[in-house]
């Protein structure tokens, strides 16, 4: 009789424990991922194929996919997960589940790599350096200044050339002795420039090179002694710049020459402030910034063409905080975006 007792004990525990390990295998997996439930919620296992699995819950497992099928009970199952479509199983489960709406499908028509191209070289001439506010491709040369607390594109003028002063880019070369002391190099007329800016640390921008529609060609101009090239739209990209501290008279402005081979070396020349120069994406605009704040007066903008040689067909203007606005200033202006419809058919 204790025989019989205890190997009816054992097979009564045998027969409680099968229903738990049962349950054990039946049991949703652990969700490591948004779209696994462990609340038997049956959601879709999509594969590449179109076709899809009803699961109660998955999980990626190295190179396959453990689920739960709904369709067999729960039973453990796999697939590898090179077949299955992990991006539309999630969108699905989102989607159905918990309510979130499908992305909307993007049915704007959408330019040729070609096209698209193209727009990006047009934009080049045309470069955004501020917000609504874009270098037009017309001119030579710009400088962005603030009048009340407005960012502006102010034309600069050529001084001293028989081209459009602001759409060309004449040079007229002088040969400055590297030896010999700071000398009288230029008079401009009139004590004040036309162009007054308003703040220390004005940008400048200068049109480099001449692939913009002909606009007559170049041509040699009599300079005196001074060999002379007038060329239109855009400077040499191989030029430098630098910004001189013109020295007021009564009626005129003087320019001094300045010791080139003194420049990018640290050695610091009076009334000589460089700059940092940055070529513009597309290569069609030079963005020149002084390497200190510009002090109330009048200056130039100077191009040195050479390791001898300067332009003396400057860029001249002033900086008076309390000057008026420039007449000529180009301001912000909000653009409505271009916008593609399909052609009706």
Do not use: C
Not at 22 to 27: C, S, T, V, Y
Not at 115 to 136: G, I, Q, T
Not at 253 to 262: A, N
């Amino acid at each position: 009789m204790r025989y019989r007792g205890l190997t009816l004990g054992i097979m009564l525990s045998v027969a409680l424990a099968i229903p738990t390990q049962l349950d054990a295998q039946r049991r949703p997996l652990d969700a490591q991922d948004p779209a696994a439930t462990v609340d038997h919620q049956r959601t879709r296992l999509i594969l590449r194929n179109g076709t899809y699995q009803l699961v109660l819950s998955y999980k990626v497992n190295g190179n396959v996919v453990e689920y739960r099928s709904a369709e067999r009970n729960g039973e453990l199952e796999e697939v590898p997960l090179k077949l299955v479509d992990m991006p539309a199983t999630l969108a699905w489960y989102h989607q159905q589940v918990e309510g979130v709406p499908a992305p909307q499908q993007d049915d704007r028509p959408v330019l040729s790599p070609e096209l698209a191209k193209e727009e990006a070289d047009r934009a080049a001439y045309s470069p955004e350096v501020a917000p609504n506010l874009e270098l037009p491709q017309e001119l030579s040369v710009v400088v962005m200044d603030t009048f009340e607390g407005t960012p502006e594109l102010v034309p600069v003028p050529q001084y001293n050339t028989d081209l459009n002063p602001e759409t060309a880019h004449a040079v007229l070369k002088q040969v400055i002795n590297p030896h010999s002391s700071p000398h009288q190099i230029l008079e401009l007329q009139r004590p004040q420039a036309d162009v007054q800016l308003h703040v220390p640390d004005p940008v400048f921008f200068v049109r480099v090179g001449n692939d913009l529609p002909d606009t007559g060609g170049g041509f040699t101009v009599d300079t005196h002694g001074a060999t002379g090239r007038e060329t239109p739209s855009g400077g040499d990209a191989g030029s430098a710049y630098v910004i001189e501290r013109l020295d007021a008279m009564q009626y005129s402005r003087i320019l001094d020459s300045f010791k080139i081979d003194w420049l990018n070396s640290g050695r610091r020349q009076p009334d000589i402030i460089e700059t940092r120069e940055q070529d513009l994406p597309g290569g069609h605009w030079l963005k020149l910034t002084p390497t200190r704040p510009l002090d109330f007066g009048e200056y130039a903008l100077v191009e040195v063409v050479s390791g001898h040689e300067l332009n003396l067909n400057v860029w001249d203007f002033g900086v008076h905080s309390g000057a008026k606005e420039n007449v000529e200033a180009i301001r912000p202006e909000t653009r409505r975006p271009a916008t593609l419809t399909r052609r009706k058919p």
